[in-house]
């Protein structure tokens, strides 16, 4: 079986026939819909037109009604706030039977936002800020009655998985500062993603999304328990191995679909990992990073330091992936990973993902990044003390307290300042 089959299966294990995947599938999109009703209203931006064209016409075949007869604009860059409000404002206004996003992960988590403050709006709260944080939308459902406007997610971008998971990123744009609604209620009821669509993607597209899905499956891995060790890892290894094989053939040769097939799937399979497990300090970190950084691109920046950190609790998890980036010729053939331990393995392998990182093209470093500034690192600590972020200092393989911040995380931070990794000190 080679790694693109083992991830199809991986993938066919988790959704089953609930999830509409691979290439060329885009054309079923009509027949999706019209299981959820006749109104359907189609949230996107303009950067897919030719889709959103196309999907008109494949509902309307299958007998659906656009509402409006225009596609309602999607999400700017990380899902300001005031486009999930836009947003919902349609959704009130127009009542459609089910909601089509189609897009990357911005626009895909604003309309769960959205969808929230519109089904669940009236009996609880219309503020978004009370969403926030962890299983909130399933309590309000269960002491309201209420349900959620059903909603079809057309992935376009293979990067965060967000037409899979229970996860909407919301960015204030005032602080700059990212928020999460985390919570199984807000997961798609169903999705779709051609692989083939993801041709289009920019180059900086396409490495932050093989970023993003290489930091959602090494910090599940990372944090793994006992009891789904086995499943993450299997996750980890197919993932990081379709993308550290096909991302750079996918930049170099945008229309190739074997290399995006693979990324799709690779991606596809972040989404599975944080639905088995938690993403922790890189994503933390990148929740501060939003108006400097892509997000993919910061948890890549951030996740070798993290990991000089976490050695003590990670030994298992650092030879397995090392493993793989050596297969990849991105640690020395010369170094022994297995006769290495503690902080040295570590730092190997640490090594070995910079190494990745640059040959697509990313940065390493927080200051190689244009607009980066020593605010940032007060800003990164602060921002980690919020109780609404509690979830991912706990999900650290070596877990953290608000208290824990100024002296355990602190210098995480500065080493990726500079890439000196000599002042981290070992998690407890």
């Given at each position: 079986?080679?790694?693109?089959?083992?991830?199809?299966?991986?993938?066919?294990?988790?959704?089953?026939?609930?999830?509409?995947?691979?290439?060329?599938?885009?054309?079923?999109?009509?027949?999706?819909?019209?299981?959820?009703?006749?109104?359907?209203?189609i949230v996107s931006t303009p950067t897919y037109k030719a889709l959103?064209?196309?999907?008109?016409?494949?509902?309307?075949?299958?007998?659906?009604?656009?509402?409006?007869?225009?596609?309602?604009?999607?999400?700017?860059?990380?899902?300001?706030?005031?486009?999930?409000?836009?947003?919902?404002?349609?959704?009130?206004?127009?009542?459609?039977?089910?909601?089509?996003?189609?897009?990357?992960?911005?626009?895909?988590?604003?309309?769960?936002?959205?969808?929230?403050?519109?089904?669940?709006?009236?009996?609880?709260?219309?503020?978004?800020?009370?969403?926030?944080?962890?299983?909130?939308?399933?309590?309000?459902?269960?002491?309201?009655?209420?349900?959620?406007?059903?909603?079809?997610?057309?992935?376009?971008?293979?990067?965060?998985?967000?037409?899979?998971?229970?996860?909407?990123?919301?960015?204030?744009?005032?602080?700059?500062?990212?928020?999460?609604?985390?919570?199984?209620?807000?997961?798609?009821?169903?999705?779709?993603?051609?692989?083939?669509?993801?041709?289009?993607?920019?180059?900086?597209?396409?490495?932050?999304?093989?970023?993003?899905?290489?930091?959602?499956?090494?910090?599940?891995?990372?944090?793994?328990?006992?009891?789904?060790?086995?499943?993450?890892?299997?996750?980890?290894?197919?993932?990081?191995?379709?993308?550290?094989?096909?991302?750079?053939?996918?930049?170099?040769?945008?229309?190739?679909?074997?290399?995006?097939?693979?990324?799709?799937?690779?991606?596809?399979?972040?989404?599975?990992?944080?639905?088995?497990?938690?993403?922790?300090?890189?994503?933390?970190?990148?929740?501060?990073?939003?108006?400097?950084?892509?997000?993919?691109?910061?948890?890549?920046?951030?996740?070798?330091?993290?990991?000089?950190?976490?050695?003590?609790?990670?030994?298992?998890?650092?030879?397995?992936?090392?493993?793989?980036?050596?297969?990849?010729?991105?640690?020395?053939?010369n170094v022994a990973l297995e006769e290495l331990s503690g902080r040295?393995?570590?730092?190997?392998?640490?090594?070995?993902?910079?190494?990745?990182?640059?040959?697509?093209?990313?940065?390493?470093?927080?200051?190689?990044?244009?607009?980066?500034?020593?605010?940032?690192?007060?800003?990164?600590?602060?921002?980690?003390?919020?109780?609404q972020l509690k979830m991912k200092l706990q999900n650290m393989p070596?877990?953290?307290?608000?208290?824990?911040?100024?002296?355990?995380?602190?210098?995480?931070?500065?080493?990726?300042?500079?890439?000196?990794?000599?002042?981290?000190?070992?998690?407890?």
């Open positions: 079986m080679t790694t693109l089959e083992k991830g199809y299966e991986l993938l066919r294990d988790w959704k089953g026939d609930g999830y509409i995947y691979g290439l060329g599938v885009f054309e079923r999109l009509g027949e999706l819909t019209a299981k959820y009703g006749k109104r359907v209203m959103t064209d196309r999907a008109m016409e494949l509902i309307a075949a299958a007998g659906g009604e656009v509402v409006p007869a225009a596609v309602v604009p999607g999400a700017r860059p990380n899902a300001p706030r005031e486009d999930v409000y836009r947003i919902e404002t349609y959704m009130l206004q127009y009542a459609p039977d089910v909601v089509v996003s189609i897009g990357g992960g911005s626009t895909i988590d604003a309309v769960k936002a959205a969808i929230v403050l519109a089904s669940l709006g009236k009996a609880a709260t219309p503020e978004l800020e009370p969403w926030f944080g962890t299983g909130v939308v399933t309590k309000a459902l269960q002491e309201t009655g209420c349900k959620l406007i059903p909603h079809i997610a057309v992935e376009t971008a293979s990067s965060s998985g967000s037409h899979l998971t229970k996860y909407s990123n919301v960015t204030d744009p005032v602080s700059g500062q990212k928020l999460l609604i985390v919570d199984p209620a807000i997961v798609p009821e169903a999705a779709l993603f051609d692989y083939r669509a993801t041709v289009s993607m920019p180059k900086s597209v396409t490495i932050d999304g093989a970023l993003d899905g290489m930091a959602h499956t090494l910090e599940v891995f990372w944090g793994a328990k006992p009891e789904y060790y086995d499943k993450a890892q299997t996750i980890c290894e197919t993932a990081l191995e379709l993308i550290i094989a096909n991302a750079k053939k996918a930049l170099e040769d945008p229309a190739d679909e074997e290399a995006r097939e693979a990324l799709g799937v690779a991606t596809d399979l972040g989404g599975y990992a944080i639905m088995v497990g938690g993403t922790s300090g890189g994503h933390l970190t990148s929740f501060s990073l939003v108006d400097v950084a892509a997000h993919g691109t910061a948890c890549g920046i951030m996740n070798p330091y993290y990991a000089v950190f976490y050695a003590p609790a990670i030994q298992p998890q650092l030879l397995s992936i090392g493993s793989v980036l050596k297969k990849y010729g991105f640690v020395a053939g040295d393995r570590a730092i190997a392998v640490s090594e070995g993902l910079m190494s990745f990182s640059r040959s697509i093209g990313a940065p390493a470093t927080l200051a190689e990044l244009p607009e980066f500034d020593a605010s940032y690192v007060d800003k990164i600590l602060t921002a980690a003390k919020n109780p070596v877990p953290m307290t608000a208290g824990d911040v100024d002296t355990c995380m602190a210098p995480v931070i500065r080493a990726a300042v500079t890439g000196d990794m000599s002042g981290i000190p070992a998690g407890k």
